[in-house]
């Protein structure tokens, strides 16, 4: 039941990116948190707030009561714990291109 909801911010994710270029009729950029700090200067920054949207919370929302579920756990740690580490690896491998380039 959890795995049919976990591709619904997918779904919709792309559905929306997918309407906004039919459109604009041009490639679609997403620009994530960083609407809410537009002057930022520091790429590495820039990278990170442009990898974390709306749907990226949604999704691991959904993976943390799933994991929740899964532990059967009434402690809220474990699955935060785990969810977090998930959520820290994920953001670090997509913005590593950002992070080599910003120091050469």
């Given at each position: 039941m959890w795995l049919a909801f976990s591709w619904i911010p997918i779904i919709l994710k792309t559905i929306s990116f997918a309407t906004l270029v039919l459109i604009a009729g041009e490639v679609f950029e997403p620009v994530?948190?960083?609407?809410?700090?537009?002057?930022?200067?520091?790429?590495?920054?820039?990278?990170?707030?442009?990898?974390?949207?709306?749907?990226?919370?949604?999704?691991?929302?959904?993976l943390y009561f799933g994991v929740k579920a899964l532990l059967k756990s009434e402690r809220r740690v474990a699955p935060l714990l785990i969810v977090s580490i998930i959520f820290v690896a994920n953001l670090t491998l997509k913005t590593i291109p950002s992070i080599m380039t910003s120091f050469l």
């Amino acid at each position: 039941m959890w795995l049919a909801f976990s591709w619904i911010p997918i779904i919709l994710k792309t559905i929306s990116f997918a309407t906004l270029v039919l459109i604009a009729g041009e490639v679609f950029e997403p620009v994530g948190l960083q609407v809410l700090v537009p002057n930022l200067d520091h790429d590495v920054a820039v990278a990170l707030l442009n990898q974390v949207e709306p749907f990226l919370i949604w999704q691991f929302v959904l993976l943390y009561f799933g994991v929740k579920a899964l532990l059967k756990s009434e402690r809220r740690v474990a699955p935060l714990l785990i969810v977090s580490i998930i959520f820290v690896a994920n953001l670090t491998l997509k913005t590593i291109p950002s992070i080599m380039t910003s120091f050469l």
